[in-house]
């Protein structure tokens, strides 16, 4: 039997306009808190960033893993000993349970009410929690056997085996550095292999931060030569058991909300390990994914959009019936300029283009805006960090000269180099600056098969899930990522707060050509990398 896996994962920002904001008040966006709590902790981001129009929202990364199988339904019937812990998983995913006990028998009814009724019982489980003799040939022909609906009672392994992932027993600060760099180092390999197939002309966005976290969290479920595989491909160092804890730190930011859910049917049976280090790591929901094709549809959706502040309200088309899992990740990543853009300064300006002619493009325009920047000789680029708010920056990387192919800046940009760009940039003073930057929407998908497979020849091709399930074979079949960025004038500070007087010698950062852009999480690393070509083009 061969059960597949199909990663998907999505990355999108949104900028509403002022009466989206207001409408929006009492969206949930957080993780796996109530509905209430969730309220609770937008207006807590509210709060923190002020009310009105959001500029910068990057934002709602939606993974996804999905594993095929041929097995069908499985009956539950009532010789079966139904554990404490088989208790719980009936408790995760089912609206009401009732557990009654006969006092002489000391045998438990458990019955589970229909989550769309809950005044009726959809179906009650006659248990013995002591062993029981086995009935004779009479008593067995006469024993009734009750059928449990499978989307009510997920299955774990009977006989689990040892947790693949070594636990975290000693966190030390140095595990935030030592995620921070590997991040880096991926971002900057996956950006080369991107963008080797495609066009030198073409747009680019993706997110390391959202491919870390769905590559991670299948991290936890590989064995062997995949798992040290993997731990390479994700540039994590040998022996670096906390990592799932440095990054679920990393994830808990102002600016950042994340939830986690699988849907899964109870006929795949998942490793309980693998369950409960996702619920560790990620508050992982677990949610049944019922046999009705068209209703799990439904129900994969409702919770994109509840855990998306309904900014995504369909990720899923349709779902092919033999479908057995779906891991979802949901991040909503809201950040604004420190500094406003005056919209009243927004003009059309020339965007000059390499071998093709000139545009005119809506430029964002400041005589006095805060920059850190300098000329990096080895690129032969400006550089320049704009400063959001929570500890965010927006660092733009364009080429010296007009003359110039981006391309040229591109294949100089190491890991290496990179990091030094970075560092440098962190300790330069911020300075009244005259800026025209693009505004621009960027909206990218890549095919991560490819692109990892180029990474990691065959990685994805035969893979050791084992940790996941105890299928005898499961492997990956699809991965894909999106991204979507976009930009416009908003901030947290009137522009008047930073007004200073502009000296003889003025500082000038002009965005007027093809440019690389890095949404930046201050010392540590990048949550967005793309390019921009054309501002223009959707």
Known sequence: MKTWLILLCLAITWIPSSSQGQENDQTTVAGTLLPSQGAARMG???????????????????????????KKDVQHTSSETVTSDKKNDINDHASTISIKEDEESHQETICVYQQTNLSQVSECLNVTETPATAPTTAEAATTPTTTVPTTLLPQTSPTPRSNPWAACINSTPEDDAKLAEALTDFAMK???????????????????????????????????????RLEKLLSYPE??????????????????????????QPALQLESDFRNLSKEYYQTELLPLTNNTNQALLDIN????????????????????????????????????????ELKNTKKEYFFRPNLPSIKVPMLMSKKYPVASYIDHYLEAKVGRFQMSHDISLVIIVPRSLSQNLSEVEDQLTGPVFKSMMTKLETLPFK??????????VDSSQDLMNIIGEMDYGFFFD???????????????GAKHRAMVQINEEGVE???????????????????????FVLWKDKTAPLFLGRINDPQAQ
């Open 302 to 341: 409702a919770w994109v959009s509840r855990h998306t502040g309904e900014k995504i309200k369909k990720l899923l088309d349709d779902l092919d019936p033999d479908e057995q899992m779906v891991l979802l990740n949901a991040v909503y990543f809201h950040s604004k300029w420190k500094t406003t853009f």
């Open 190 to 228: 996956f950006y080369k292999t991107a963008t080797r197939h495609k066009s030198r002309d073409s747009n680019f966005v993706f997110s390391p931060i959202s491919i870390s976290i769905m590559l991670s969290n299948l991290l936890l479920g590989v064995c062997d030569e995949t798992k040290d």
């Open 432 to 441: 009244p600056t005259i800026v025209s930057l693009p505004k621009f929407k």
């Open 239 to 264: 022996e670096f058991t906390c990592v799932h804890k440095a990054l679920k730190a990393f994830s808990k930011s102002k600016a950042l909300i994340s939830a986690n859910a699988i849907f899964y």
């Open 494 to 516: 009137a522009a008047a707060a930073t007004q200073v007087s502009l000296a003889r010698s003025a500082n000038f950062f002009e965005v007027q050509q093809p440019f690389l």
């Open 44 to 70: 807590e981001l509210e709060e923190d960033t002020g009310t009105g129009p959001l500029e910068f929202v990057w934002s709602i990364f939606n993974n996804k893993l999905i594993f095929f199988t041929e």
């Open 463 to 477: 893979a050791n899930l084992c940790g996941i399930s105890q299928e005898e074979e499961v492997a990956v079949s």
